[in-house]
């Protein structure tokens, strides 16, 4: 007896079918992966700091605004963000949301802005930025500008007796700067009048340094270091370097870390001014110390890491006891850039040149990351919030996952 075809044809029909099934659900998934991976790039483009560099950090994107124009920096203010604009057009983005609150016109085209600070909140009254009349102040070559914090009009017009060439930084009811003549100054920007100032050897390039909460370290192109009382902008000590001073100054550990053209990295004792040592390089150093504290199987430690164009960026015990000379922990050719601030317990190096973001481990030197970001123009940290600034006018809030 000759079999019936069909159980022969449903068999055929069943294996084609099992062994079609994985295939179909594979391209299934393939596709998805296509799409998502379509939708990842999408993301990154639209944004100048993407989602996936974002997520290489162990950040998330809270936001992106977009101003009008080729952004220079911006300025976290107490509840905000100030973006500076290249025209020196001011916008207030809420710091929370990333919604533009206003924009105004904060300085001539021309002049260069050295600082966007807050005023001082009443006594009695909220924190800075919620009270009626509270004032940001913005630092021109020329002149200090009051403008009302909740409506972007300009108040207040103050001529400067000494013409800046730091960024300024603030105590209480004073806006502190160098000048190329040499003289830290003290501008009481209530009444609109310079107070008082201090003279150093040679113009002043590098912004002022506050140390604790009341003193004041500064340096010039001539060599001077000082440690000045903020309040009554008198000597608490000085010395003298062998060459001229660049780079801001560094507070860390009870110490001030000063990088000179002399090619020393110095470590002053920031009570007395003491020389607690020196490091000696083959290149000037023109680029700011960063002091972090790393955790070890011992407890805490405090380095200092600078970086020297002939050996990298080189990384020094902060205390190492009675090395008058100082004591190298590691070195790591190749990093430059900017320290822009922790991300964890890594160090995050911003290279504006290439665009490059590097994450750095200073526990034991370790390259840890690298990042192009060519959307990006600059990187500023405020506390643990990145603030990234990019092309097309667009500034990017990252915060940590979690």
């Known amino acids: 007896m000759t079999a019936s075809p069909l159980p022969r044809n449903v068999l055929a029909t069943a294996l084609i079918a099992s062994v079609l099934a994985p295939l179909a659900v594979a391209q299934d998934d393939a596709t998805r992966q296509e799409k998502l991976e379509a939708r990842r790039q999408e993301l990154d483009r639209l944004y100048a700091f993407g989602p996936t560099a974002a997520r290489e950090l162990g950040r998330r994107i809270t936001w992106q605004a977009t101003i009008d124009g080729d952004i220079d920096r911006t300025y976290a203010v107490g509840p905000d963000v100030y973006v500076l604009d290249a025209s020196k057009k001011l916008t207030r983005v ?45 630092t021109t070559d020329p002149v200090i500008f009051g403008i009302d ?41 209530v009444i609109g009048q310079e107070w008082r100032s201090n003279q150093l050897s040679g113009p002043v390039m590098a912004q002022p340094t506050m140390v604790g909460t009341s003193r004041i370290a500064a340096a010039s192109l001539g060599g001077t270091v000082l440690m000045l009382d903020a309040r009554s902008t008198s000597r608490v000590w000085g010395d003298e370097v062998f060459d001229g001073v660049e780079a801001p100054l560094t507070e860390g550990g009870g110490m001030l870390f000063v990088a000179s053209d002399d090619q020393y990295l110095w470590a002053f004792d920031a009570d007395n001014g003491d020389v607690l040592w020196r490091y000696f390089t083959q290149s000037k150093l023109d680029t700011r110390p960063t002091y972090v504290v790393v955790r070890t199987p011992e407890g805490t430690e405090g380095r200092v890491l600078q970086w020297v164009e002939s050996e990298g960026l080189v990384c020094l015990e902060a205390d190492p006891g009675t090395a008058i000379e100082g004591k190298v922990i590691w070195k790591l050719d190749g990093i430059r850039g900017d320290a822009v601030g922790m991300n964890g317990d890594h160090v995050l190096f911003w290279d504006g040149k290439t665009r490059t973001l590097r994450v750095v481990d200073p526990l034991n030197g370790a390259l840890v990351r690298t990042l192009e970001l060519p959307q990006i123009r600059r990187i500023e940290m405020d506390g643990d919030t990145i603030f990234a600034t990019g092309d097309g006018g667009r500034v990017v809030r990252l915060d940590r996952i979690g």
């Open 94 to 138: 809420d710091r929370e949301t990333g919604n533009v609150i206003w924009t105004t016109t904060a300085a001539d085209a021309n002049d260069r802005v050295w600082g966007v600070t807050a005023g001082m909140a009443p006594v009695d009254g909220l924190p800075w930025g919620q009270n009626e009349g509270d004032r940001l102040y913005v």
């Open 149 to 189: 914090h909740a409506t972007g009009a300009i108040v207040d017009r103050q001529d400067l007796m000494q013409v800046p060439s730091t960024e300024v930084i603030r105590f209480q009811n004073y806006l502190i700067f160098g000048t190329r003549h040499g003289r830290i100054t003290w501008h009481q920007y």
